[in-house]
C-alpha cells in the first residue's frame, strides 16, 4: 500500500476551496490571498472559474490548505 507524501493527493481544488472558505470564510481567505475573486461578490463557482485559468493563484490557494491541514 503505497501512501502519497503529497497533500493535495486526490482532492479536487473545489474540495479545497470548499474546505479553506468553511474555514476561513471569504473575509479571511481574501486577507490571506489577495485576489479580488474572493473579494468581490465571492462564489465557489466564480473563484474556481479564476483559479484553473491562474496558476499563480491555484498555487497560493493550495499552499494555503496545506498550511491550515499541518
Not at 482532492?11 to 479580488?36: C, M, P, S
Amino acid at each position: 500500500m503505497s501512501t502519497s507524501k503529497d497533500p493535495l493527493h486526490g482532492l479536487t481544488l473545489q474540495a479545497i476551496l470548499t474546505d479553506l472558505v468553511e474555514h476561513y470564510g471569504w473575509d479571511g481567505l481574501a486577507q490571506r490571498i489577495d485576489i479580488r475573486c474572493f473579494k468581490s461578490d465571492p462564489s465557489i463557482k466564480s473563484s474556481l472559474t479564476f483559479l484553473r485559468k491562474t496558476p499563480w493563484a491555484r498555487e497560493k490557494v493550495e499552499a494555503l490548505y496545506v498550511k491550515l491541514k499541518r
